[in-house]
Structures are given as C-alpha cells and as structure tokens.
Nanobody
Framework: VQLQESGPGLVNPSQTLSLTCTVS??????????WNWIRQPPGKGLEWIGY???????YYSPSLKSRTFISRDTANNQFSLHLSSVTPEDTGVYYC????????????WGQGTQVTVSY
C-alpha cells in the first residue's frame, strides 16, 4: 500500500487548506481500515486531525472539528482534507496514513507535504 499527499505548499491566512491523498495498492473501501490526516508543526510533535473510514464515516479532533472536513473519492481511491480559516499556526508537514481497526496502529504513511500559511 502506498499513500501520496498532494496540494499547494502555500496558503494565505483565512483561506482553506485542501490536500488530497492518493492511495494505491489497496482500496479505501476495504473493511477495517480508516484513513487519517496527521500534521506536525515545526518543532512540535505529531497532531492527529481526523479520519474517514471504510464506510465513509468521519471523526475529527475536537480542537479542529469546527474547521475540518474530510471527504473521499472512491472512483479515484483518494481522500481529501479541507481545513478552513487557516492561520500561520496551521503551518507544518501534513501526512496521510492508514489506520487499522485490529491493531490500532498506523501501518502505512505518505511521505508528507509541507504546507506554509503566509501571505
């Protein structure tokens, strides 16, 4: 399984950050997997943003829930993150990752993509 993030590297403050994760080698509709977005601000640890699962159900971090929307495109085996009203504090490396219901671990990750929020 391979995951690849794509999207703009620079977003203006107050705009919406949109990223897409393209999955190959496995279907995002496969049972027992959930598809996550995780970020790492500069100099800080990993922060979980949310996921969409194999049924299309979503769950978001309470701290980001009001600004987050995760969607999927099953025809193209992709899922996307939309984070609205961004500020410079949303700057960081954004990762997509596959979670496993059985093990509770993230078995596969994308390489990450740098997003900077600035004018």
């Amino acid at each position: 399984v391979q995951l690849q993030e794509s999207g703009p590297g620079l977003v203006n403050p107050s705009q919406t950050l949109s990223l897409t994760c393209t999955v190959s080698g496995g279907s995002i509709r496969s049972n027992y997997y959930y598809w996550n977005w995780i970020r790492q601000p500069p100099g800080k640890g990993l922060e979980w943003i949310g996921y969409i699962n194999y049924s299309g159900n979503t769950y978001y971090s309470p701290s980001l829930k009001s600004r987050t929307f995760i969607s999927r495109d099953t025809a193209n085996n992709q899922f996307s993150l939309h984070l609205s009203s961004v500020t410079p504090e949303d700057t960081g490396v954004y990762y997509c990752a596959r979670g496993d219901d059985y093990s509770g671990t993230y078995g596969y990750w994308g390489q990450g993509t740098q997003v900077t929020v600035s004018y």
